[in-house]
Structure formats: structure tokens, C-alpha cells
């Protein structure tokens, strides 16, 4: 498996646990432990990049689920927007359909029977607004 998806998939579990749990970001990472140290080091990158934008990221979240609250989302979809969101705005050289696929395809292993098609739709929107916004300056 390529660093970047087993660094995503790392990444979406230890936020889903930190989350779940309560979970420090250390004791999160216990699992992974016999994982590459290349795909530990992106993983806890991302994780780290992730919660120090988290604000942001559920307000834009918000901003596209309109009448909803981000505490009223799914866990694992919440999670998949956040990571996705974080690693298109905020991360360089990264493909922003690559994200968005991989954010679908955790969906379909980890979510519900909603969740991929949701996460895509929400993920998709954010880059049409994204888009819209470099149209306008």
C-alpha cells in the first residue's frame, strides 16, 4: 500500500479514536506501532495539521450542511471531512480528487451505507466553493 493511503487510513483512525475515546494523539498512534515509521511520520503530520485547524474546518463543514451541526454528523463521515478538508487547503502537492477518492473509499470500508456518497458530495462541494472563490479574485 502506498505511504499516502496507509498514512490517510492511519490518520482518519486515529482521529476517529481521539475523538471516540478521548484519546491523546500518543496513545492513538499504539496500534500503528509496527507501521512504517514513513507512514507513522505522515500520519501523525496530517492527525497534528488536522486538529490544529479543526475549527475551521467545521466551520466550512457547517457552512455546506446547511441546518445541521457538525456534532450531529456520523463520526467516521465527520472525520473523513475533516482529514480531506486539512489535506486539500492547508497541504502542498496534493491531488485534491486523490483525496477526495480516498476520503470515498474509507467511507465505504469504515462508514455506513450513506457515507461514501455523503463525504463525496460534501468533499465536492468544498472544492466547487474553493474554486469559485480563486474565480472571484
Do not use: C
Not at 43 to 61: F, M, N, P, W, Y
Amino acid at each position: 500500500m502506498k505511504v499516502r493511503k496507509k498514512g490517510r487510513e492511519i490518520a482518519f483512525r486515529m482521529l476517529f479514536a481521539i475523538e471516540a475515546g478521548g484519546n491523546k494523539i500518543a496513545d492513538a498512534m499504539i496500534p500503528f506501532k509496527h507501521e512504517s515509521p514513513v507512514v507513522l511520520d505522515f500520519a501523525l503530520h496530517l492527525v497534528k495539521g488536522t486538529l490544529s485547524q479543526v475549527k475551521k474546518i467545521d466551520r466550512e463543514i457547517e457552512s455546506i450542511i446547511i441546518n445541521w451541526k457538525i456534532e450531529r454528523l456520523y463520526l467516521v463521515d465527520k472525520q473523513l471531512l475533516r482529514l480531506g478538508i486539512y489535506e486539500m487547503d492547508y497541504e502542498e502537492d496534493v491531488e485534491d480528487g486523490i483525496v477526495v477518492f480516498e476520503a470515498v473509499e474509507l467511507a465505504k470500508k469504515y462508514g455506513d451505507i450513506d457515507s461514501p456518497n455523503f463525504v463525496n458530495g460534501i468533499l465536492r462541494e468544498h472544492l466547487r466553493r474553493r474554486e469559485h472563490e480563486v474565480q472571484k479574485a
